[in-house]
């Protein structure tokens, strides 16, 4: 497994998904801070916007650099086809969690420059929690990728997302899925609504009791849908 990993780093060196991983956070922050969104605008895009489809890009630019050799053989051997799956699931959350360091590291200096809205214990523990709740969006995005391309697998990822936000409040069933998470546990972490509205005082959106269950939650989708597309891989005939 490590050596797959290894591979994955040695093949991204001066390739377009390191750059991704450092440009999709710096533009977010640059971005909000010279259209005067602060800390709380910054937040919002990256949530909504930058970071699902930073992860449908990543997923679909490592999985298409095989893809577009048809894996090379890797269809003879199917052991070896769930773990190069899971490897390479295992490298793109690794380059989700870098890119969403830098992130954080930007909030932070943000406050420092501009007047902060955002503590570093909040920003810390709202970085934490968006890893847990976004990481099953990885294999999702790889399968997608794999089935079909970069616009598929962005546009869905995206879009997920997009309609997580708009039934926010709502009774739609879409509020219900692992998408909303993410988005809905940052109004008592960070205070702020997915429309990027302050949360009104009082409101019981504030509570957070259940913040760290519902992230596990969303852990043990990842799990189990890195198990579901691994399978899916591992039983796919080679061409």
């Keep these: 497994m490590l050596a797959i990993i290894k591979s994955e780093f040695q093949k991204s060196k001066r390739s377009a998904v390191n750059k991704f991983v450092i440009l999709a956070p710096l533009m977010t922050l640059l971005l ?13 895009w990256w949530v ?12 679909a630019m490592v999985i298409g650099r095989d893809k577009n ?11 070896e086809k769930a773990l190069f799956w899971i490897g390479k699931t295992l490298y793109v959350s690794l380059l989700f969690l870098g890119s969403s360091l830098i992130f954080m590291l930007g909030i932070a200096m943000m406050g420092l420059i501009d007047q902060a809205t955002i503590s570093l214990q909040a920003n810390l523990l709202a970085m934490s929690i968006l890893i847990l709740t976004f990481l099953f969006q990885i294999p999702i995005c790889m399968f997608l990728a794999d089935r079909f391309n970069l616009f598929v697998a962005t546009l869905f990822n995206v879009g997920m997302v997009i309609l997580s936000v708009v039934s926010f409040g709502s009774e739609s069933i879409i509020k219900y899925s692992p998408y909303g998470v993410g988005v809905a546990l ?40 890195v198990a579901a597309t691994a399978w899916s891989f591992k039983e796919r005939e080679g061409k």
């Design 32 to 44: 909000c801070y010279f259209l005067g969104g602060g800390q709380n605008g910054a937040y919002n």
């Design 69 to 79: 050799l048809e894996y090379k053989g890797l269809f003879l051997y199917p052991r």
């Design 48 to 59: 909504v916007m930058f970071l699902p489809g930073l992860i449908a890009i990543l997923a």
């Design 186 to 225: 940052m109004c008592p972490i960070l205070h702020i609504l997915p429309n990027g509205l302050p949360v009104p005082e009082g409101s019981p959106l504030l509570a957070d009791n259940g913040i760290w269950s519902a992230a596990l939650g969303c852990m043990l989708v990842f799990i189990m849908l």
